[in-house]
């Protein structure tokens, strides 16, 4: 199924067009937080795609479609069809593409793919695909992704997080896309990932291929599909943001060979 959702995302791409970046609407009235043509073109591919291969569960970031299934024990293909939607409004570079599959509570499939410059990463049953080397990067900066909907206790529990990332890497970074920072940090550029209450589908396609890569990782499904991720290079600053994290949220998961992702109460 993956290699045909991401075929097709890239047929979308392939014919988009500057009328494609009209910002259609905005998600809660935050004005970075936009709906393009594009997003919605995505989704409507993508969607019809998975349902003609399988029946089951649309878990998008431009809605949900459950078809009488139960999200994440029956087969559920979690989307977001155009991460950094803001960043392909204004014309720059960085956006892309990121889907997952989960059956049984396990990923099973995913993939991302970013037009520019035509980045491709699938892991499809334990194999894994990738259009560049992946590198590790043990002293850099930290890529740090959060909403624009943080409550008091986030905003100071982020204020925390970026103390630790100054102490403990080169400086942040921010692009305006999740996946693209993942991908980044895949290919070196960065040495530490962290998604602070995130989207579930702006991340979870990565834990496969960051298990594979052999970095520190450890993640948190929060109420909400909201998702916290960490992966470092460097385990003195993961250990850190670990601990931190932990404290604020409980116990934070691992991720194994099985995939299998625990969804918390």
């Known amino acids: 199924m993956i290699v045909d959702l991401i075929e097709s995302a890239i047929e979308v791409y392939e014919r988009c067009s500057d009328v494609d970046r009209a910002v259609l609407g905005t998600k809660n009235g935050v004005e970075r937080d936009v709906v393009t043509k594009l997003d919605l073109d995505l989704h409507d591919v993508l969607s019809s795609t998975a349902s003609s291969l399988e029946c089951c569960v649309i878990y998008s970031e431009e809605g949900v479609s459950f078809n009488g299934l139960i999200p994440f024990k029956d087969t559920t293909v979690v989307i977001d069809p155009l991460d950094g939607s803001h960043n392909f409004q204004l014309g720059n570079p960085w956006y892309c593409t990121i889907i997952c599959v989960i059956k049984n509570y396990r990923i099973v499939e995913s ?23 992946i590198k590790s990067k043990f002293s850099g900066p930290t890529y740090f992704a959060y909403p624009p909907d943080l409550n008091r206790n986030d905003m100071s529990l982020r204020t925390d997080l970026l103390g630790i990332i100054d102490d403990y890497s080169t400086g942040l970074y921010r692009w305006g896309s999740a996946g693209i920072g993942l991908l980044e940090f895949l290919k070196g550029k960065l040495q530490t990932f962290i998604g602070f209450k995130v989207r579930i589908w702006d991340a979870i396609a990565f834990l496969p291929v960051l298990y594979l890569a052999k970095c520190h990782i450890s993640y948190k499904v929060l109420p909400d599909n909201k998702f916290v991720l960490i992966a470092s290079w460097n385990s003195d600053t993961f250990l850190a943001m670990n601990e931190r994290i932990t404290a604020a949220y409980g116990q934070i998961n691992k991720i194994d060979k099985d995939m299998e992702i625990i969804f918390d109460e």
């Open 111 to 133: 993939g991302v793919y970013s037009p520019i410059p035509k980045d491709r990463v699938i892991w499809d049953n334990g194999n894994l695909h990738s259009s560049f080397d």
